[in-house]
């Protein structure tokens, strides 16, 4: 059974570099995307972006500008990183692999979350 | 960006009552629909994936109906563990996009 162990810096000031990694046990990153997604009280669940084990990555649009997922296939890892942060980055981060078919994709399993709070 | 509206936004019900969570997209998704609870503190669980099948080990209780624009969650016996905080999330295109949410609270 695959799971996802995830970790990183919990506070940030404003401007730095959001750096998260998430490792996974169980299973390989062949065959699959590996997604980052936040969560805040404000606008919920809001997908990040995505990876394969090939370095194919898609982003939100909304944050495209500013992020980067990255895959290390030795290590069995995938890492997030957010530049030039803001209060309103402040959320709990996941990762989640996607699994999906011919109707769609869906996130399973999903690591513990991150809080990561940006603060002066 | 494809849009989600999940109503109502809390509800509250008794053991053994029949829930109904709905959700709707701003456009049409096929049966590109999935379902999660996600109880305080922890991460989101996949229960229902592409409208209507139920994710393995996910109770029978569960079950998910719908396809277009139109989609529903219903718990057919509320259970204690089931109090939680429901999500949709539609995955026809990208970006992928959830729904606000639903809190299911003891009456």
């Known amino acids: 059974q695959v799971q996802l162990q995830q970790w990183g810096a919990g506070l940030l000031r404003p401007s730095e570099t959001l750096s998260l990694t998430c490792a996974v046990y169980g299973g390989s990153l062949s065959g699959y995307y590996w997604s980052w997604i936040r969560q805040t009280p404000g606008k919920g669940l809001e997908w990040i972006g995505e990876i394969n084990h090939r370095r194919n990555a898609t982003y939100n649009p909304s944050l495209k500008s500013r992020v980067t997922i990255s895959v290390d296939t030795s290590k069995n890892q995938f890492s997030l990183k957010l530049s030039s942060v803001t209060a309103a980055d402040s959320a709990v981060f996941y990762c989640?692999?996607?699994?999906?078919?011919?109707?769609?994709?869906?996130?399973?399993?999903w690591g513990q979350g991150t809080l990561v709070t940006v603060s002066s | 960006d494809i849009q989600m509206t999940q109503s109502p936004p809390s509800l509250s019900a008794s053991v053994r009552d029949r829930v109904t969570i709905t959700c709707r997209a701003s456009?049409?998704?096929?049966?590109?629909l999935n379902w999660y609870q996600q109880k305080p503190g922890k991460a989101p669980k996949l229960l229902i994936y592409?409208?209507?099948s139920l994710q393995s080990g996910v109770p029978s209780r569960f079950s998910g109906s719908g396809s277009a624009t139109d989609f529903t969650l219903t718990i057919s016996s509320l259970q204690p563990e089931d109090f939680a905080t429901y999500y949709c999330q539609q995955s026809y295109t990208s970006p992928l996009t959830f729904g606000g949410g639903t809190k299911v609270e003891i009456k």
């Open positions: 989640a692999r996607i699994v999906g078919n011919s109707l769609g994709d869906w996130f399973d399993p």
């Open positions: 456009q049409n998704i096929r049966s590109s």
């Open positions: 592409a409208a209507s």
